[in-house]
């Protein structure tokens, strides 16, 4: 069954540093999204993607992440200078009529 | 931001038996409802959804129960399996812009003693 798959699982970066997570969606799927979790906190939204741009995004999203389909199968979630708080996992996800499938998740600990 | 909230921390159930989740939502423009299972270091796994002109809708043990006028939702499981141990999470959507864009709830800690 197809599924959704993210790299790298675990990410540790100094603070300041820039990080770039990967996600390949399910194939046939057009929207794509990032959703992050903090330890002990709700799954949150981050943004979602469609048509090769940004459809919605979070007041979390700000400034300092992007997110790029660099080519027909990567989804990137790039954070330009990672904060101690950004510590958490980050899913992606790629939907095809309305049912969300999650990849595994990155762990990222910034220190 | 309390939109969509589960508030049963945890629930113990017999293996055989029904399991019974709840969830409550506040925004009244949600229009399609999800359950998720997760494991610990896993993404959540999609369970079953229902779209808001529907009541019920099953798949084998899994059925989920839609009440609009009180904003409430229920996920049963039957018969409960010591497999099904795990978060499970409520999700909403409004539809429209917010296309996709999910709001999570806290989630339920189901544990199925054999």
């Known amino acids: 069954e197809p599924e959704v798959t993210q790299t790298p699982s675990h990410q540790v970066t100094q603070m300041g540093q820039e990080v770039i997570l990967r996600c390949v969606p399910i194939s046939n799927h057009l929207y794509f999204y990032w959703y992050r979790q903090i330890l002990g906190q709700k799954v949150e939204f981050l943004v979602s993607?469609?048509?090769?741009?940004?459809?919605?995004k979070s007041e979390i999203f700000d400034d300092q992440f992007s997110v790029e389909r660099p080519d027909g199968s990567n989804f990137t979630l790039k954070i330009r200078s990672t904060k101690l708080e950004d510590s958490a996992m980050y899913f992606c996800?790629?939907?095809?009529?309305?049912?969300?499938?999650f990849g595994p998740g990155t762990r990222l600990t910034v220190l | 931001d309390q939109q969509v909230k589960q508030n049963s921390p945890s629930l113990s159930v017999q293996e055989g038996r029904i399991s019974i989740l709840n969830c409550d939502y506040t925004n009244s423009m949600f229009d399609y409802f999800l359950w998720y299972k997760k494991y610990p270091a896993e993404g959540p796994t999609f369970l079953i959804s229902?779209?808001?002109?529907?009541d019920k809708n099953e798949d084998g043990r899994f059925t989920v129960f839609l009440n609009k006028s009180a904003k409430h939702l229920s996920l049963h499981i039957v018969p409960s399996q010591p497999g099904d141990s795990a978060v499970y999470f409520c999700a909403a959507s409004a539809g429209g812009t917010s296309y996709g864009k999910l709001t999570f709830g806290q989630g339920t800690i189901l544990t199925v003693h054999p």
């Open positions: 996800a790629s939907s095809v009529q309305g049912k969300e499938f």
């Open positions: 229902i779209s808001s002109i529907k």
């Open positions: 993607f469609y048509n090769n741009e940004i459809s919605e």
